[in-house]
């Protein structure tokens, strides 16, 4: 089972500035506790018990609050010195992890049954597996098309129709596609402009399992002001 998992939270978090000043987006307050709370505390739950967190903009704020270990977990730092964007980030994260781990965007929650997303992708087969979402704002999230047996064989940051299935900010990475990403360690990348592309010409296997529970997404003001309504979120 999967028990380590990455979080990128070195972001600068420009759209969320008015709303949030003088913090990192992971450390925005809901109900008085840091996004990033809810989310260690939910994937906690489900078995995660080693966390990196892939930090840069106000780092010192996320690595002071955290320190070592949270509820349990061990917590450890990647820490950029200079901005290497989501792709950059989590390559330099898991250049060294030798078991498949999961990897989740720091400003975004999206419900998942780990167990299911990992036994989807070892059937699969897959070198990385999505947790996708359907959303009616297909302008805004990377949306992505999938055959019947949910490999991905087409993604879009520019998608015209108005529905579809898109990026949830979670997936399962195994290492192996690491050699098929195109980049080396200190290398700034975009994931899902250069590194997903990168590793489907590589010959790597893409895959994405819809996933029917909440998606949450604290980058613009007015989804921040919404949450405080909707976490936590706990596992039945």
């Not at 913090?23 to 989310?39: D, G, S």
């Not at 995660?48 to 704020?61: A, E, H, K, Q, R």
Request: with cysteine.
């Amino acid at each position: 089972m999967v028990k380590t998992a990455i979080i990128l939270a070195g972001g600068l978090g420009t759209r969320l500035r008015d709303a949030v000043p003088n913090l990192p987006k992971a450390m925005a307050p809901i109900n008085n506790r840091p996004f990033l709370e809810y989310q260690l505390d939910y994937w906690i739950r489900q078995g995660i018990n080693n966390f990196i967190l892939s930090v840069g903009y106000l780092s010192d704020l996320i690595i002071g609050h955290f320190g070592k270990s949270y509820n349990g977990a061990s917590i450890k730092y990647n820490v950029e010195s200079e901005p290497l964007g989501t792709g950059g980030g989590m390559f330099q994260a898991a250049i060294d992890l030798n078991e498949i781990f999961l990897v989740l965007n720091g400003d975004t929650f999206i419900e998942v049954d780990l167990k299911n997303l990992y036994k989807f992708h070892l059937q699969s087969k897959s070198n990385w597996t999505f947790a996708l979402f359907r959303t009616s704002e297909s302008d805004r999230y990377l949306t992505m098309e999938i055959s019947s047996n949910g490999q991905i064989f087409s993604s879009n940051n520019e998608q015209k129709e108005s529905s579809g299935l898109a990026n949830g900010g979670a997936y399962l990475i195994d290492p192996v596609a690491l050699n098929l990403l195109g980049i080396s360690s200190g290398d700034s990348a975009s994931l899902e402009d250069q590194l997903i592309p990168n590793l489907v010409s590589n010959g790597g296997r893409v895959f994405g399992l819809e996933c029917k529970g909440k998606f949450i997404d604290i980058g613009i003001p007015e989804d921040y002001y919404r949450l405080s309504d909707i976490l936590p979120i706990s596992i039945e």
